[in-house]
């Protein structure tokens, strides 16, 4: 019997590469079945030589549950891969599990709220800091004035980073459990399953052998199921919600192509960048700045002299004329910019802005926070809860409602 029981273990493992820490956790069951058998072989010699039909009673039984024993472990060894495999992949063949599209759909979800909301930052940050100053001297007279209009806007910045710092812990929640499913995966098959078949010959640790038994289909199996079965919430609230129209804002390229339905229709940035104001080229011009740079003191000794050599045109009166026409043309230029500028800060849609982020930017960021936490809690729930049901049916409750009380 041991080396048909053993053969037929090796079976449904020989197209599989094992690790070593694979083969030692596997080597687990046949000690386990090599001990038992001997001890049942002993026990039924024992009985015929004592003439003890308790005893042979026991060994009976003992050799029942041995076998079954091997027959649950052949069968979970034989059944659990293709069974994943076969259930959780998608529908269009990629090879990837469902659980996996899921949970990277949502983390790229978090990443790209992420990147639209620090765009908006900077900008928010470059138009609420923006200001500019306004001198002049006429004389003994000077004039000066400053101003940053959209200094209220700063108030944003705050919400903007709470934000931020919210899809930073979903990313967190929902990238810890992709990594904690890869590892429950692993342990349940390199360890925790061997092992719970090798408990599970040992009279004495039957219901624990059991348990864990329930506790790999649950890592292996249930868990990632049940991340599947979240994702279709997920799939059914973001696309049953119906968001509002929103206005193409916030990025000049229009919303990227983030792979969701929704997020495609999340708000943008209105489109304004306050580093380069209308005029701006004529202001950096290079012949502006030489004449203005050169001042009235300066144009005069360039063009009365020549005047006054030609034309005989006494020095005073050439510069009177050229200061006037100097501060004419400065400061006529200067308030005419002025003016340009509470025109085009004007235009800016200020409550585009705020309707924007606390009318919609904001509420999508609460709900990306509540999906990302509610609904591994609910495929953790699913998961234990359907463990414990397998559990019960492998007869190991008591040891895995030990688990559910710490848990």
């Not at 010699?45 to 026991?58: I, L, N």
């Amino acid at each position: 019997m041991l080396p048909i029981t053993l053969l037929l273990f090796v079976l449904p493992l020989h197209a599989q590469a094992l690790t070593s820490a694979e083969q030692a956790a596997l080597s687990c069951f046949p000690l386990a079945l090599i001990t038992m058998v001997f001890v049942i072989g002993l026990a039924i010699m024992g009985a015929e030589f004592f003439q003890q039909p308790q005893m042979f009673a026991w060994a009976k039984v003992e050799l029942t549950e041995l076998v079954a024993a091997v027959i649950l472990g052949i069968a979970m060894y034989g059944i659990i891969n293709p069974a994943f495999l076969g259930m959780f992949l998608p529908a269009d063949g990629g090879g990837t599990p469902t659980y996996v599209t899921f949970l990277d759909q949502l983390i790229n979800y978090n990443r790209d709220m992420y990147v639209i909301l620090g765009d908006a930052f900077i900008r928010v940050s470059k138009i609420s800091g923006f200001s500019y100053d306004y001198s002049k001297g006429m004389g003994p007279i000077s004039s000066w004035y400053s101003s940053t209009p959209q200094v209220g806007l700063s108030g944003m910045l705050g919400a903007i980073t709470r934000a931020m710092d919210t899809l930073s812990a979903s990313l967190l929640v929902v990238s810890s459990y992709k990594m904690l499913i890869s590892i429950a995966s692993t342990a349940a098959t390199a360890y925790v399953m061997p092992l719970a078949i090798a408990l599970r010959v040992i009279p004495n640790t039957r219901k624990l052998g059991s348990a864990l038994m329930a506790l790999a289909i649950g890592m292996y199996i249930i868990l990632p199921a049940s991340v599947a079965f979240s994702g279709a919430l997920f799939d059914q609230v973001t696309h049953s919600t119906s968001p509002p129209t929103f206005a193409a804002y916030f990025s000049p390229g229009g919303p990227p192509d983030l792979g969701v339905s929704d997020v495609k229709q999340l708000p943008y940035l209105p489109i304004f960048d306050p580093s380069t104001p209308p005029g701006y080229g004529t202001i950096c011009n290079k012949w502006i700045n030489a004449f203005t740079s050169l001042g009235e003191i300066g144009w005069s000794l360039i063009i009365c002299p020549p005047l006054h050599a030609c034309c005989l045109i006494p020095y005073p009166i050439c510069k009177i004329w050229v200061t006037v026409f100097y501060i004419v043309v400065h400061v006529g230029f200067s308030i005419m910019y002025s003016d340009n500028l509470r025109t085009y800060l004007a235009n800016v849609p200020v409550n585009d802005m705020y309707e924007t982020l606390y009318g919609t930017a904001l509420p999508i960021v609460s709900q990306l926070f509540i999906l990302s936490l509610a609904l591994p809690l609910i495929s953790l729930i699913l998961t234990f809860s359907l463990t414990k049901s397998v559990s019960m049916a492998l007869g190991g409750e008591g040891q895995l409602y030990g688990l559910s009380k710490i848990i």
